[in-house]
């Protein structure tokens, strides 16, 4: 069949509807991935969806499809995607979740799961070859579409391993997304007070966009925390994968700094554990998890990336400047909103003013995530010219596992190649306003030597 090549991207299937994702791409993902998981001994893939307005009839041909190569379907129905992964780690090891994450309503594509791993880069381009040539031979006995229900069992498994020392307040904004189905009711059981917004859900996102890493997306959960007597927002992003922290006074406690906490918390119980964090992460990162006597490894963005990563290192915890948090230690590893929410509330529990705990984990002068648009293919390219070319001088640090990025003793800048769009993704920190003013001159300088047409627009932080 006909198939766009841009839907394939390095951890994911992604793209618009019915443009180049339709019934037709789903039931083919769902032989050739069916093919894929009989190959590998597994017997059985469970299926979700999130909101989204497309989520049914994809949600059926991808099922139609798996069922007709062979391996009976679980049918999980419209859950977040950590509750697809929770079914991936209790009712099988293979799922797909069909979902568009925070991308623009008119999307929407699959993360996957095959045989315990979370499948990216080579293997999606696999099931492309097989999607193509439909290299997947149906089988002589169809399999078994069965519907179970997950989410009680998802709900009493994070209830039961959750302990919070006193009640509190939260405002909870899910956006629309699919976390305001289960997140309000999971809060409320572990002894929260909750204020919703937008727990409705629904897939044309009426209120404002389900992306708590864009600070627009936070104007209503700040509101709200100025006008009532909650402590603490928690804001959820359209599949319910990524978390968003606000504290009472309106800061945005951004995803590297709400992993100090979660480095501190875990170490106490995994001394000397590794903890894993992307490029995108606080130069300030690294040093707490040392002093809270554990390893710092900074690796790839990606969520496949660092999952695969934390399992090869037996990590207890990795964490993503985007907001995908991977709780190891008391949990399966995979990235969840919900649980990351209710493992900080536990934290801040024992203590009696969150806002203050969260106010004081070390921060610096940055810049918001900063993306120069590139020509398709373009991206790489630049970057593989920036490695060759980028030089200075000590006491500065050059890392390339992932683009450019240059360490000095009072701040860093990145340079890396975004592996969903044809974007340059920048970021620049000091601890200092002028150190953040050097290092983005300087690193803009190389840009520009290699790409003099750069130009660039605020994206997340």
């Known amino acids: 069949m006909q198939l766009n090549a841009s839907i394939f991207k390095a951890y994911d299937i992604r793209g618009v509807v019915p443009t180049t994702i339709s019934e037709g791409v789903a039931e083919a993902l769902g032989r050739a991935f069916g093919a894929r998981a009989l190959a590998e001994g597994e017997k059985s893939v469970a299926v979700g969806r999130d909101g989204r307005l497309s989520g049914p009839s994809l949600a059926a041909a991808l099922m139609r499809g798996l069922a007709a190569a062979g391996v009976d379907v679980i049918d999980v129905g419209m859950v977040t995607t950590p509750m697809l992964y929770f079914a991936a780690n209790t009712l099988t090891t293979s799922g797909i979740q069909v979902t568009g994450s925070h991308n623009p309503k008119d999307y ?29 031979a149906l089988a002589s006995k169809p399999g078994k579409i069965t519907e179970v229900n997950v989410e009680k069992d998802y709900r009493e498994r994070i209830v039961s391993g959750i302990k919070l020392e006193r009640p509190m307040k939260i405002v909870i904004d899910s956006g629309n997304g699919i976390a305001g189905a289960s997140a309000p009711d999971i809060f409320r059981a572990l002894g929260c007070e909750v204020t919703e917004l937008f727990s409705e859900v629904d897939g044309n996102f009426p209120n404002h966009h389900p992306d708590p890493s864009k600070p627009e997306n936070l104007k209503d959960l700040i509101a709200a925390l100025q006008t009532g007597d909650a402590e603490l927002g928690l804001a959820f992003d359209g599949d319910g994968d990524r978390l968003g922290i606000v504290t009472k006074d309106g800061t945005n406690i951004y995803p590297d700094r709400q992993m100090m906490l979660f480095a501190r918390d875990v170490l106490s119980r995994v001394p000397g554990g590794t903890i894993l964090f992307d490029v995108k992460c606080s130069q300030r990162l690294a040093p707490e998890i040392e002093a809270a006597g554990g390893v710092a490894m900074m690796f790839k963005t990606g969520h496949s990336l660092i999952k695969a990563r934390m399992k090869e290192v037996n990590s207890p915890l990795g964490g993503e400047m985007s907001g995908h948090i991977f709780f190891k230690e008391r949990w399966y590893g995979f990235d969840d909103g919900t649980y990351a929410g209710a493992r900080l509330l536990e934290i801040l529990s024992r203590v009696p003013d969150a806002g203050i705990v969260l106010n004081a984990l070390p921060t610096s002068f940055s810049t918001p995530e900063l993306n120069v648009a590139c020509k398709e293919g373009e991206p790489h390219t630049v970057v593989e010219q920036l490695i060759k070319t980028a030089a200075f001088a000590p006491p500065a640090a050059i890392s390339t596992i992932d683009g450019v990025r240059v360490d000095w003793p009072d701040g860093f800048g990145l340079i890396r190649a975004s592996n969903t769009t044809p974007v340059l993704v920048l970021r620049f920190e000091g601890h200092t306003e002028d150190a953040l003013r050097r290092i983005e001159a300087d690193m803009l300088a190389l840009l520009r030597s290699v790409k003099p047409d750069a130009s660039f627009a605020a994206s997340a932080h």
């Open 108 to 136: 929407n594509g699959f993360k996957m799961v095959l045989a315990g791993r979370a499948i990216y880069g080579d293997e999606i381009q696999t099931l492309r070859e097989l999607m193509q040539t439909d290299g997947a």
